[in-house]
């Protein structure tokens, strides 16, 4: 709205007072006869004659008002002839995306919370922003604020609290063992909950428990054991009085046989073998390189030249470099400490995402083979010749070994030397990475196969993981691999936008112009005007 | 006839001459003589004609000769005519001319006319009280003298016809004939009463009711303020809304002067100012020779 303009244009509102004014005086006075005959007719019409010519005079003015605020455009806080289509949905990943008609901006959700809003829908007027008003899910409206001008804002009645499925945890399953699941709960509620869950594995009901959630409680566990192989697992939670979104959580995993792990060392490995449960493993300390059988061997803290024959060895191994001098495999270096960096291909594993905050200390760089993940600085930090794994750092005396991090570490380090099924859980949107394999493919949970796009000779890259659930990788004759993708654990998080917030998406206040509205009701005045001269 | 239709003779200035030509127009279109039964002196006799009224036949002529013959008779003084004109304000009212100023010019004609056939002619002007008052003469010299007073007068006052007979009736003594100009704008029950006063002294009474076009449609169109003429009030009223009101009560107050005047057998004549003369006089004459 310009003032400058309103107060310019103020002043015609004068015009219909003076047409009143002239009016009254060009009343015509007319002699007759007699008034015998009209005389009784008197009262009933001057109150109609002067409600009339006040009504004339309030159509006016309001007429003029109109025209001047529909010409300096006034906003008004509501949409009006905008076009109906201008419900606006979340199109955030929680509320799933669907769809975007850009004529209309008409996002279509589909996911199982959209439902809980329709209540709310039906009630309510197109021109309403429907949303589980959670921050990080903005950002494709922030994007398309400007198709949006002067949307009107409802915030819808959020339920008090929410219950969803933000994480798994899985320890690690071998052939003929119980291992322990456990799935996080995002719980918000300030009331204890009945829940019923229901696990599925690889697609049937397995397991299925009604739990009354205590508040605050945020665990549900399972112990399974289960046959060799790859697996498909889902956890369904239903809050029987709640608001049930984001209340699906998919897991793979992957069940191995016994392995026999040799450890080379020089002093005793206590914390590798502390790391490596009995069992899962069948874990034995030798202190020469001749005594390693087995499937698989780690040598901890070894010098140059047991290194370069172990490189020769055919049982696959995890090889930690001491200090080496200039080989054909690593150079030796001052005392360095540096994190790793999260440019991993050895595994996506969130769990590794970790080490980049521990100190790790080295002394030599591995000049040989593929690197699979680096330190901050360049130098490579995991690196691979053959079947072998080498490391330029000792598992045994450094800080990694003493966090969390370090047994999930230890347990991808050697997956990834077994030959087991490609097996991983990511979040919605991540890329998927493969090695190793010739040209596969995936299937999404909707049956769409998608091609990998090769990085180099070794890696293909997937980016069409826009879907929750579990996604199969063929290598054309049979499934080799299973991932799933789940919803970004922020994303259940429901928390409403400041008003601040919404002004910046909306600007402010969520007005709109008001030509159109101030214009239409300037016609409805003039047709009152008219009809109400003609009235008699 | 054009020439006498109301507005065209308006621009005659005077009324002298007005009502000259009116009855010469009107008495040249006559094709008989329409006063011939008034003023009975025998002049000659005959032959009847189908068609002659059976009434005129001379049955003792009939008894001796076996022949129809009518009886001619010859005009000769021996009425005595009042022309009772209103002049209060509301006769000022007219579109194209005043029912004043018709009134007037119709009484001048029917002066005019009555003295040509030797009757004695007076005049009285009023409003609510007799403002003017000329005893009957027969002389043509005193068409003069009427015509002048009428010219003289303007409308002014208010009405009060009642009022005007009560004050006329004991100056008449002889039994007369009493021609009324009026809008009428009063109660009829006490004009009635006071002309049935008239009426029970033997005199004859004829009233012409005047009114004017617009008066009798309401035919205005926007809102206005209606001012009385006589008592100044003023009134807001739009007359869309009111005219079918206005007829309707207009309608009945005529409707309730024309009884009362049928039941006394006073003859009435509504005459619309848009009307010409020589239709008001023949409807009147006419209306004269049936009852005669």
């Known amino acids: ?536 | 006839m054009e020439l006498l239709k109301p507005e065209i003779l308006e621009k005659i200035s005077t009324l002298n001459l007005r009502a000259k030509i009116i009855v010469k127009g009107f008495l040249t279109g006559l094709h008989e003589s329409p006063y011939h039964g008034f003023s009975p002196e025998f002049k000659q006799h005959r032959p009847y004609y189908p068609g002659d009224p059976i009434s005129k036949i001379n049955w003792k002529l009939y008894a001796r000769t076996e022949r129809f013959y009518l009886k001619k008779y010859q005009a000769e003084t021996n009425l005595s005519a009042f022309l009772i004109l209103d002049k209060s304000n509301s006769m000022k009212f007219g579109e194209k001319i005043s029912k004043f100023h018709y009134a007037r010019t119709l009484a001048a004609a029917l002066a005019y006319l009555l003295l040509r056939q030797n009757d004695s002619v007076g005049l009285v002007l009023f409003d609510s009280k007799i403002e003017s008052f000329i005893p009957t003469r027969s002389r043509m010299k005193h068409l003069n003298y009427l015509l002048g007073t009428l010219s003289k007068n303007e409308p002014s006052g208010k009405t009060s016809i009642s009022n005007a007979i009560f004050e006329l009736i004991p100056l008449i003594k002889k039994r007369s004939l009493f021609i009324l100009f009026s809008d009428l704008l009063e109660d009829p029950k006490k004009v009635i009463k006071n002309i049935n006063i008239m009426k029970a002294k033997k005199h004859e009474v004829i009233v012409f009711h005047i009114l004017d076009r617009k008066e009798l449609n309401f035919s205005f169109h926007n809102e206005a303020l209606f001012r009385d003429m006589e008592d100044s009030k003023t009134i807001l009223a739009d007359p869309k809304n009111l005219r079918s009101l206005y007829k309707n009560k207009l309608n009945q107050f005529i409707s309730r002067y024309k009884m009362g005047f049928a039941r006394k057998r006073v003859d009435y004549f509504q005459i619309i100012t848009d009307t010409p003369y020589d239709k008001a006089l023949r409807e009147y004459l006419e209306k004269r020779k049936r009852l005669s």
Not at chain 1, 151 to 173: C, D, M
Not at chain 1, 457 to 469: H, L, M, P, Q, V
């Open chain 1, 1 to 536: 709205m310009s003032f400058p303009a309103f107060f310019l244009l103020f002043p015609l509102i004068i015009i219909p007072i003076i047409i009143h004014l002239l009016s009254r005086k060009k009343l015509k006075k007319i002699d007759f006869p007699s008034l015998l005959f009209i005389i009784k007719n008197e009262i009933r019409f001057i109150r109609w004659f002067q409600l009339k010519r006040l009504l004339l005079l309030i159509t006016r003015i309001s007429l003029l008002i109109f025209l001047i605020l529909a010409v300096v455009n006034l906003k008004v806080p509501f949409s009006f002839f905008n076009p109906a289509k201008t419900l606006i949905l979340d199109n955030s990943p929680s509320m799933e995306k669907i769809e975007i008609n850009d004529k209309n901006a008409f996002i279509v959700p589909m996911h199982s919370g959209i439902p809980q809003f329709f209540s709310y829908l039906k009630k309510h007027s197109p021109g309403i922003l429907i949303t589980d008003a959670q921050k990080n899910g903005f950002t494709e409206i922030l994007k398309e604020r400007e198709k949006f001008p002067g949307i009107r804002i409802k915030k819808t009645a959020f339920p008090q609290g929410n219950l969803a499925i933000v994480g798994a945890e899985s320890g690690p399953a071998y052939q003929g063992k119980k291992f322990n699941i456990n799935f996080n709960i995002l719980n918000k509620y300030k009331e204890k909950r009945k829940t019923r869950s229901t696990l599925k594995l690889d697609g049937k009901v397995f397991m299925e428990k009604n739990r009354i959630l205590k508040v605050g409680e945020s665990d549900l566990s399972f112990n399974l054991s289960l046959p060799r192989g790859l697996h498909q697992l889902s956890l369904e939670l239903e809050d029987k009085k709640g608001f049930n979104f984001d209340n699906k959580y998919y897991l793979t995993v992957n069940v191995r046989a016994k392995q026999n792990i040799y450890i080379l060392s020089d002093d005793y490995p206590e914390r590798l073998i502390a790391a490596l449960p009995p069992s899962y493993y069948e874990v034995k300390w030798v202190r020469g390189t001749s005594e390693i059988k087995g499937n698989l061997f780690i040598a901890n803290n070894v010098d140059k030249k047991s290194g370069l024959s172990l490189l020769k060895n055919p049982i696959s191994g995890i090889i930690c470099l001491r200090g080496a001098e200039n080989t054909s495999i690593s150079n030796k270096i001052p005392d360095r400490i540096s994190t790793v960096v999260e440019k991993s291909s050895l595994n996506n594993s969130s769990d590794l995402k970790a080490l980049s905050q521990i100190p790790i200390s080295y002394n030599c760089i591995i000049t040989d083979g593929k690197t699979l993940m680096y330190f901050e600085n360049g130098n490579p930090f995991v690196s691979k010749i053959k079947n072998h794994l080498i490391l330029p750092t000792s598992l045994e005396e450094n800080d990694l070994s003493l966090h969390p991090v370090f047994i999930p570490f230890l347990f991808n380090l050697i997956n990834s030397l077994s030959e087991e099924p490609f097996c991983s859980n990511i979040l919605l949107d991540e890329p998927i990475v493969i090695t190793n394999f010739l040209k596969p493919t995936i299937i999404s949970p909707k049956g769409n196969e998608y091609a990998g796009d090769p990085v180099n000779a070794d890696n293909y890259i997937f980016k069409e993981t826009k879907e929750c659930g579990i996604y199969k990788i063929t290598d054309g004759n049979k499934i080799i691999g299973l991932i799933a993708i789940n919803n970004h654990p922020s994303e259940s998080k429901l928390e409403s936008l400041s008003d601040e917030e919404l002004r910046y998406i909306f600007g402010r206040s969520g007005l709109t112009n008001g030509a159109s509205f101030f214009l239409t009701l300037a016609l409805l005045c003039f047709i009152l005007s008219i009809f109400i001269e003609r009235r008699t």
